[in-house]
């Protein structure tokens, strides 16, 4: 059924990770080959060195983040479908992800045959939209809030809500404080919001923190 070789690069800074999704896809997809990068540096090496029919991609990366990463991945080599492979529930990231041009998104905690299904989906030209987001009609008639913000933006807001100090999230993403203030403050502006308080509880209450 699997007629030629079709080559996957899986960009995952953890080994057990990538371990076990490269066993996962050898025995349900026989004629493919997985090779591996752990950043986005060592991806766009791949990248140039060896396109391949498909991208897995986790959004937790060392350095820049996966939704960084992806969006670049989609201006430099638009022929190349992308799907995201995160531990982030799809109701969190997936709508962002998918807006960013990838072609699918799969939780870590899925069942295998779930990212079997997507891989095949996507190295014949299709999509894979998590069951989370089957109400997508619903959500472009009504925009959360935080779907005005950028990536970093959004990325800060979910750190905010988890209960991280400014200095915490700068150290943790090579920020300064003040940088990170910014930040701050232009979500509360987009957002409608007043205070850090309120940012934590919009947080929990849509879900957007673990």
Known sequence: MESRVRNVLLVDDHPVVR??????????????????????????????????????????????????????????????????????PADQF?????????VGYVAKDSDPQELVQAVRAAL???????????????????????????????????MIGAGRTVSEIGTELGLSVKTVSTYRTRILEKMDLRTSAELIHYAIVNKLVS
């Open 94 to 102: 997936a709508q962002r992800a998918l807006q960013a041009g990838a």
């Open 19 to 88: 371990q076990g999704i490269a066993r996962i896809l050898a025995a349900e997809i026989p004629d493919l080959t997985l090779a591996e990068a752990v950043d986005g540096a060592s991806a766009m090496l791949q990248m140039r060195t060896r396109p391949p029919h498909l991208v897995l991609l986790d959004l937790t990366l060392p350095g820049d983040s996966g939704l960084s990463l992806l969006r670049r991945l989609r201006r430099e080599f638009p022929a190349v479908p992308v799907m995201i492979v995160s531990m982030h």
């Open 124 to 158: 014949t030209g299709g999509k894979h939209v998590p069951a989370e987001l089957q109400e997508a009609a619903r959500l472009e008639r009504e925009p959360p809030r935080h779907s005005v913000l950028s990536d970093r933006e959004y990325q800060v807001l979910r």
